[in-house]
């Protein structure tokens, strides 16, 4: 069976879209990015914020802004 590594190499040498090459690019790229301090606090905060329930679902957030665009006509 193979593993996963070797069935997205497969996929990337089947792809012709340049448009999906350039996201894949630059989504493996993104192992190169280090965090700042001050981000990883903020990340660390909002991890604990999401622990504590604070957050709103999908839904909600679609229910809110629809009422906000109602509300401007």
Do not use: C
């Not at 903020?42 to 991890?47: C, F, G, K, R, S």
């Amino acid at each position: 069976m193979p593993t996963i590594k070797e069935n997205i190499i497969s996929k990337i040498h089947n792809v012709n879209n340049e448009q999906l090459l350039t996201e894949v690019y630059r989504i493996l790229q993104a192992d190169e990015y280090e965090f700042t301090e001050k981000e990883i606090q903020l990340l660390h905060e909002a991890d604990s914020s999401i622990d504590n329930g604070n957050y709103s679902t999908q839904q909600e957030v679609e229910n809110k802004m629809n009422q906000w665009l109602k509300n401007l006509k």
